[in-house]
């Protein structure tokens, strides 16, 4: 097995916890926190994968605003532009799943180059990740922008590759999103799904190499995988 | 404007209604049938998205199949293979609205040349129609197999350009799906929106020239706007 010389990970929901922007939509619309923040983070994902099918690409944050305006229409709730802006910003300020902080730093000692390669923006990359303070472990932010299309389309991943000077098959990918851990497989990473919750993988075709419910669970499998 | 020479109808939930799998869910899953059918229509769609942009094209049926696999996996209900039959064939036995058989013979009698652009395979689009008895309406049932990728790719949409020999203007492409009909509006087409359940349209960039609550709306629409 090729030795793993770096890890690209993937941002929204595996590094940072995408429901914590219900706090701030349900400060706003009491009660309808929680719905709100599954339907917006839904229709966001659905709208980058339409829109990168009907080749009209348009940035992760207009995306991201496009969701939260339907979501709002469709739970009948009256969005201001204060709101709408309030909650966007929320999604540049989204807080790191509880292990992520320590688990980086022990990963990075082990001298295992680390980047994230997300469909957001630069921008909105480089926003969550300073915002959180951990943006010493990463060498590089990885933008979907860059190819004008998201993932799971074979060009974003490809980013990686190119840009590490890696193969591919030296980058471990690493997801919580069973669509973006099988369009990662499909393209020829070895493949770490993240499942925290006990959810159920995508009948995609794909499987992952391995299943962690955390990413502390990583320097272990790295030493065992690489044979250190 | 152009006058209308062709319909292209959408055939999952705009001419055939998906839920009517529903009760053959319910008869195998007390009590699941509803939630069963609702995931499994989101799933089997998102397949057909995440497919296309892997490049890693799949028949309709497997996808359909593996979307009912998931969903049963998610809802914990154990799936033999005689159920698995079971409810792949309803997908072949979809009840039409109840205003469209009677729209489709009006529309027919006005000269309207009428199609079905679907994702699902031939072999499933013939079926559906075969089984409702509706088949003797369309000249043509257009299937997204021929090109190995779905809706909303403009290839799929071309193939009703290219089989009707007519410009894509004179084409009116109805859909009761926002992202199909969002898709069919970006590639061209004048499109009719089939909202039937005070739905939400999608923020897709795209904006239907029409929106109907049936198809029983078509024909004095098609009047109006030919000038006859």
Not at 125 to 134: D, E, F
Request: hydrophobic share 40%; with cysteine.
């Amino acid at each position: 097995m090729t030795a793993i010389k770096a890890i690209a990970f993937d941002m929204y929901g595996t590094l940072y916890d995408v429901n914590s922007v219900a706090a701030r939509c349900n400060a706003l619309f009491p009660g309808r926190g929680e719905e709100m923040s599954r339907i917006w983070r839904q229709k966001s994902l659905e709208y980058t994968w339409l829109r990168s099918l009907m080749e009209d690409y348009r940035p992760f944050e207009a995306v991201t605003e496009d969701a939260l305006v339907f979501t709002c229409a469709q739970l009948g709730l009256s969005l201001d532009a204060a709101a709408r802006s309030a909650l966007c910003e929320a999604y540049l300020h989204l807080e790191p799943h509880p292990e992520v902080p320590a688990a980086l730093a022990e990963l990075e000692a082990t001298g295992t180059t680390l980047t994230i390669l997300s469909n957001g923006s630069a921008h909105s990359i480089g926003s969550v990740v300073r915002n959180s303070g951990l943006e010493k472990h990463f060498a590089a932010l990885l933008s979907a922008d860059s190819v004008k299309v998201y993932k799971p389309h074979h060009a974003v991943y490809e980013i990686a590759e190119q840009q590490l000077g890696l193969e591919r098959t030296e980058i471990l990918f690493v997801s919580s999103n069973p669509w973006d851990a099988s369009g990662a497989s499909h393209f020829g990473f070895p493949v770490c799904w993240v499942n925290r919750g006990g959810k159920t993988f995508d009948e995609l075709g794909q499987a992952p190499d391995h299943v962690v419910t955390g990413i502390d669970a990583l320097p272990a499998y790295l030493e065992a995988r690489n044979g250190h």
